[in-house]
Every structure is written in structure tokens, then in C-alpha cells.
């Protein structure tokens, strides 16, 4: 009884040890990256591969998505806006949902799921069949040439996806809202622009998609950067970015929120 | 370094991506009407703003004119200062009159201004003389039951006891 008692507080123990352990390295981590980034500046090459295939090839998935939330959106908020007899404000209802809200965040899981494991994935190997350890055997160093063109391309691509996210949702929600459903074209369109402030929702939703960019991008590079070169070790490192990011996103956006829409 | 294929994909996408900031910027959101560089502000005391919030628009005849770009108590006169910022284009008289309004039953409230007659011109930093409270439904309803308890059964004191003071808004 003791002792179960006792391997409980040490096993607690040992988790906070481990988080805040993890926590300081992967400080550590991003701090170095940054300052080794000087790297990717002199070669952009580098950071356009990496543009690339965590941006370009994200592009199919996060324009489909987009598409596709946005009709759904425009099928439920007719719905529901139907009963009070204010259709005309679909449009309103979609565009700052998907501005403020969707565009950012689903963008962001979507980018972490796609673009966060691959790197996480890609990394993890490296370092599993020692590419990482050959490339310091040869006075190359691992971080500038391989995490820091890598963290840009994610944080670069990450904004766009999520901007493209939002039109394609807009342009999902006119496509049901007017084409099939009948919503007056020119209300749609007035509602919308006089209800969505460019400073107030356009440009906190992307202030928002840089911040999951930048937060996607260190989880998925650190775990890859950590994970055990074992085949068991990349594998759980990739679950683990998808997992940390999710949440971590979810978060950010509640405390993002609370801080841009304090209720004005 | 030659050019690749890779470097025209990323290419199309920063452009997408851009163009779609753009369209968010432009054909979702409202850029065109904002140009608070080109405004002259002007000041407007109101007894009683009821529900105005900063932001709000200001119109006049219906149009959008401008917003409120500030709003503070006064604690020498007890009344709430309104600050208006107009756009260029337009002018007004000096005795404009600036009342709070609603937008349909439960809509949001805004500032509608009425042109006067006067020949003179609101300029950068002028003050409003004549306004207009916002009206509260409360004040509203207690007024009408009051005068209606009072015309009824003829001068009860007893719904005027229980009556709130009404303050303010009676016009």
C-alpha cells in the first residue's frame, strides 16, 4: 500500500521534472535556431524547398478544407439565421467566422497534421540513420542547415494557407448561401464588408495564424529533433507533434482571443 | 544556381496567398470606407449615451459618415463626451444636431446627425452644442406607466412610490 502510494508521487514527480526539462530545452532550442538562422538568409533556396513542401504541397488539403467549411457554414447559418428572418447576414456570419476564428485555427491543425509530422517524420530519421551526426563530422552545423531553413518555411507558409483557408471558406459559404440557396447577392456582400474590420478581424486572424505558424513549426522541429533514433521513437515523436500542437493551438487561440476580443 | 520548377510552384503559391490577404482585406473587409487620416474630429456631450460603444457609426440621412472614435465621462459636467471622427468629404453646419439612434428594434446603436441651418462649418476639434440621449427603454416604460397609473384611477400616489426616479431623458 506504501509503496503504490509512494511510486504514484515519484511517477508525478518525474513527469514535472520531465516537462519542465523539456520546456528549458526547447527554449534553448528555438533561441539557437533563430540565431543560426543567418544561414537560410544567405541561401534562400534552402528556405523555398522548405516553402515548398510544407507549403505548397499543404495546399490541396487546406483549400478543400476551406471550401468545404465554408458550404457547411453557409447550409447551418442559413438554417439558424432563417429563423429569425435575418438570412441577409450569412455572409457576415461566414466571413468572421472563418476570418476570426476557423481560418487561423483549422488552417493550423490541418498544418500540423500535413506539414508538422512530415517534419517531424523527416527529422527524426535524420537523425536515426546519423545524417545529423555526419553532417557535424563534416563542420556542417545540423541546426542552420537543416532545423532554421525549416522553421522560416514553416512560418512563412503558415499565414498564407491560413488566408487562403478563409477565402476559399467565403467563397464556399457564397457559393451555398447564393448560388443554391438564393440569399440576395448584393446583401451578402454589403452585410459582409460593413460588419468585418480590416485592423479588428482581418488582421488579428492573421496576427493569430503567425502565432500557430511559429508554435506548429518549433513543436514539430523540436520532437523530430528529440525523438529517439529508434523506428518505435520517430514513430511516437510524430504522434506527439500532432498531439502538443493540436492542443497547443487550442490554447493559444483562447488566450489570442481573450486578449483581441475582450468584448469592444 | 539555376531556376527549377520548385521555385515557380512556390512562386504561385506566396502569390495565392498574398492575393488571398488581399481579397480578405479588400472584398471581405471594408478597407475602402476606412481612411481615418482623412477625418476632422469633433466632440458632442450627451447626457446619457445608453449603449454606443466606440466604433459605432456615425450617419447622416441614412449614409455612414464616420465613427466614434472615443468615449469618456466628464466628471465636472456628469456628462458622457463623444468623439466624433468624420470624413473630409463632408461638412456640416455649426448647429448640427447629433442624437443617438438605434438600427431597428435591437440593433446596434449609432450617432445620426441632422444638419442645420447655420452658414458656418464644423471644423477640426469643435464641439456639437445640441444633442440628443439615447433612449432607455426602462425610463421608457416607467414614464408610460406612471402617466398611465396617474391618468387612470385619478392621482394614486402608490406606482409613483415604487416608480424609479426617471432621469434625464425626458424630451
Known sequence: MMRIGVNFFSAIGRRVIEGVWRLGYVTRFLMLTLLRSCTSLTRPGLVIREIYSSGVLSLIIIAVSGLFVGMVLGFQGYETLKTYGSEQSLGVLVALSLVRELGPVVAALLFASRAGSAITAEIGLMKTTEQLK?????????????????????????????????????????????????????????????AVDVRHDVVNGFIKSCVFGFAVTTIALFEGY???????????????????????ILALDFVLTAFMFKGV | MGRTTL????????????????????????????NL???????????????????????????????????????????????????KRYTFPKDTIAAILTSGLLGEQYIGLDAGGSDKK?????????????????????????????GGSDKSPAPAAGAPATQGTQQ
Request: hydrophobic share 50%; no cysteine; glycine share 8%.
Open chain 1, 134 to 194: 555526419a553532417l557535424e563530422m563534416m563542420a556542417i552545423d545540423p541546426i542552420a542547415r537543416i532545423v532554421a531553413p525549416r522553421f522560416w518555411g514553416g512560418v512563412i507558409s503558415m499565414p498564407l494557407l491560413a488566408a487562403i483557408f478563409s477565402v476559399m471558406g467565403v467563397f464556399g459559404g457564397y457559393l451555398v448561401g447564393v448560388v443554391l440557396i438564393g440569399v440576395d447577392d448584393g446583401a451578402f456582400w454589403s452585410q459582409m464588408q460593413a
Open chain 1, 226 to 248: 528529440d525523438a529517439p533514433p529508434t523506428a518505435e521513437g520517430v514513430s511516437r515523436a510524430t504522434t506527439r507533434t500532432v498531439v502538443t500542437s493540436s492542443l497547443t
Open chain 2, 7 to 34: 521555385d515557380l510552384w512556390v512562386g504561385v503559391f506566396v502569390a495565392a496567398g498574398l492575393a488571398a490577404l488581399l481579397v480578405l482585406a479588400f472584398k471581405v473587409g471594408n478597407m475602402r470606407s476606412v
Open chain 2, 37 to 87: 487620416s482623412d477625418a476632422y474630429t469633433v466632440t458632442a456631450d450627451f447626457d446619457n449615451i445608453g449603449g454606443l460603444k466606440p466604433r459605432a457609426a456615425v450617419k447622416s440621412a441614412g449614409v455612414v459618415v464616420g465613427r466614434v472614435s472615443e468615449i469618456a465621462f466628464d466628471d465636472k459636467t456628469y456628462e458622457a463626451r463623444v468623439t466624433l471622427s468624420l470624413d
Open chain 2, 122 to 150: 464644423l471644423a477640426n476639434g469643435d464641439k456639437i452644442q445640441i444633442t440628443q440621449s439615447a433612449v432607455v427603454l426602462e425610463n421608457l416604460i416607467s414614464n408610460f406607466l406612471y402617466s398611465k397609473a396617474a
